[in-house]
């Protein structure tokens, strides 16, 4: 789809939007939304503005400081000069899954060769100390589903990052990097030498202008556009705390799908992703398969490898009970679950999961559990 540009006075009212530190993207869409246009917000009687739930007296004290025009007028000059895209949150170029969550940026800059068009799309994130254990997952994930050709969306840093945004490229994936910074810079600056090779299948997208250095609230705040921008996130490796963690709750605000790679109990960088399988927050991620199974994804057509069961598994008796259920009764809830086969429910949950890494049942959206 071709970028759908603004006339000037519409991108320097959105700028001037952005700039105003007091408004955030949810309280700019309701100016915009009662006031038809990002211009009319600067031409609306203040009495009205007053009307919007969240604008009060020293908003609107704010919001008509010259000082934001004057930057806004700075920054559209550094846009024109380098030619710079972006896409609007009202306009059909905009990512179409990063429109539904309510605080998305109201204007995203971008670079590259961007195709959104009916793509399949998924984050992945996770430590930035990652493991030979980890990177091994990642580029085999990305190998297994490269046949779906998927959009590989991450962060640029260190680790998990880069490291599924290499293999992307390597299997001819399109890749986007959301950046925590302006257009005009690169953090790491070592990562530089990847930006001409996503910009060939990809690009990038940032919400900040040129004059935003890489401070640690910019990447939290990226971090939403990360977990917006897919129909679901895969937390590959974490520690215990981490912004991947943090990436993987926004999805879940968002409703989208979770995905964790289980690790050893006492390995550091599996903490994080064994806490979020552990409290239900994400599901287990050990091949492509599993993703490709609970988004509904082709799984036939594409030949992708199959989930399959383990041959000769022994189970103990709760796993047995619970087996025989599901294998009579198809899906079924958790709760439900644990009431037809008389089993505690924090046993129940602790033995679907081992049952889960034994290979013989799988978790589907909405709690919901079947055998394989």
Not at 194 to 203: C, L, P
Request: charged share 25%.
């Amino acid at each position: 789809m071709p970028d759908l540009q603004l006339p000037k006075d519409e991108l320097i009212a959105l700028l001037r939007l952005q700039h105003v530190a007091h408004i955030g993207d949810v309280s700019a869409k309701k100016l915009i939304a009662h006031c038809g246009s990002p211009t009319a917000v600067f031409s609306d009687k203040k009495e009205s503005l007053l009307k919007i739930d969240g604008i009060g007296s020293h908003t609107l004290r704010n919001l008509f400081n010259t000082e934001h025009l004057e930057a806004a007028e700075q920054e559209f000059e550094f846009i024109q000069r380098e030619n710079l895209s972006y896409s609007y949150f009202m306009n059909a170029d905009y990512p179409s899954y990063l429109k539904h969550c309510i605080d998305s940026p109201i204007l995203l800059f971008k670079r590259g060769k961007i195709n959104l068009d009916g793509r399949k799309i998924i984050s992945v994130v996770g430590t930035r100390n990652i493991t030979s254990y980890g990177t091994a997952f990642c580029e085999r994930f990305i190998e297994e589903i490269a046949p779906l050709n998927p959009i590989i969306v991450s962060g640029m840093a260190y680790g998990v990052d880069i490291c599924a945004q290499k293999a992307a490229v390597k299997n001819g994936l399109q890749t986007i990097g959301c950046l925590a910074h302006g257009l005009n810079q690169m953090y790491p600056k070592n990562h530089s030498k990847y930006v001409k090779d996503v910009e060939k299948n990809g690009g990038f997208y940032t919400e900040f202008w040129s004059s935003s250095t890489p401070e640690r609230e910019n990447f939290l705040k990226r971090n939403r556009i990360i977990a917006g921008m897919a129909e679901a996130t895969v937390v590959i490796e974490s520690a215990e705390k981490g912004g991947s963690l943090v990436t993987a709750d926004i999805a879940n605000s968002y409703s989208r799908d979770v995905f964790a790679v289980p690790g050893r109990a006492e390995d550091k960088f599996s903490l994080g992703c064994n806490n979020l399988i552990k409290q239900q927050k994400a599901h287990m991620l050990t091949s492509a398969a599993d993703l490709v199974y609970l988004l509904g994804w082709d799984l036939a057509e594409k030949k992708m490898p199959a989930i399959q069961k383990q041959l000769f598994v022994e189970l103990d008796t709760a796993e047995k009970s619970i087996y025989t259920y599901l294998q009579k009764n198809g899906k079924q809830l958790l709760d439900t679950i644990a009431l037809e086969c008389s089993i505690p429910i924090f046993k129940t949950s602790s033995t679907l999961l081992n049952m889960e890494m034994k290979g013989v049942i799988r978790p589907l959206p909405g709690k919901l559990f079947e055998a394989i």
